[in-house]
């Protein structure tokens, strides 16, 4: 069983920028890619970006490509989710996840309790 821990939420201007991190420990040999996802009031969870452990190939949203960046460190099963440019509507509780990555598919397994982003206009 993976277990992810988030951190690095908060309060943010609009333009601002933040970093959110995310480890995973137990069982991390059975994932080949973590990401992130976020829920914002009354919406439904969307993707925002995922990373493959093997390589490092990354995909991401259309509404942060650009903005947004995702990486990883190996060592530590951690995960980053650089995000710059901030708007309001990227006000969210982010969620990290981790599963599966088949060519281009990404299947969740595992999910974080969340953090969250609010970014002040």
């Known amino acids: 069983q993976v277990q992810l821990v988030e951190s690095g939420g908060g309060l943010v201007q609009a333009g601002g920028s933040l970093r959110l991190s995310c480890t995973a420990s137990g069982g991390t040999f059975s994932i080949s890619a973590m990401g992130w996802f976020r829920q914002a009031p009354g919406k439904e969870r969307e993707f925002v970006a995922r990373?493959?452990?093997?390589?490092?190939?990354?995909y991401y949203a259309d509404n942060v490509r650009g903005r947004f960046t995702i990486s990883r460190e190996n060592a530590n099963y951690t995960v980053y989710l650089q995000m710059n440019s901030l708007k309001p509507e990227d006000t969210a509780v982010y969620y990290c996840?981790?599963?599966?990555?088949?060519?281009?598919?990404?299947?969740?397994?595992?999910w974080g309790k969340g953090t969250l982003v609010t970014v002040s206009s």
């Open positions: 996840t981790a599963g599966d990555l088949y060519g281009q598919t990404f299947t969740s397994k595992y």
């Open positions: 990373i493959r452990w093997s390589g490092g190939s990354t």
